[in-house]
């Protein structure tokens, strides 16, 4: 099959435009492409409030399973009953310490606008949600001591 004739400019004018060069760029080249010495190093990213967040949030809900296992183990050795309650007291302290510095931590990393908002949204959330049934369990305790 033939393909029709070019309609309009003639072979000659295409052919003398072609021999012109390389008609310029219309856009600026993508970021990505632009050579590696002219990009700008980054600044450091801070994230140091929201992984402390993190972090005392982590290990107030290890203190649930820290109760328990010192609860078996003080059963098991035979300690008296006021000194199970004292060490489950303490760890209990130790808990909503955590807690309150986790939920702190991050919301002072939210109130900075640290890049990593997501880590502290994950503390804040699993930090009250601890706090809350720390709560809970002190007044259950409160309430079925009367």
Known sequence: MRQPAPTGASYVECMSAAAQGPVPPQYQPYPSMQPMQSMQPAPPRRRI?????????????????????????????????????IG????????????????????????LREPARLLAGIALGVALAALVGLVASGLQYALLAF
């Open 88 to 111: 489950t007291g303490a760890i209990s302290i130790a808990s909503g310490i955590l807690g309150v510095a986790a939920v702190a931590l991050a919301i002072v990393s939210l109130v």
């Open 49 to 85: 409030f929201a992984v402390l967040a993190l972090v005392a949030a982590g290990l107030e809900l290890l203190s649930g399973p820290a109760s328990a296992v010192f609860i078996a183990l003080a059963i098991r050795s035979g300690d008296a009953p006021s000194a199970i309650g």
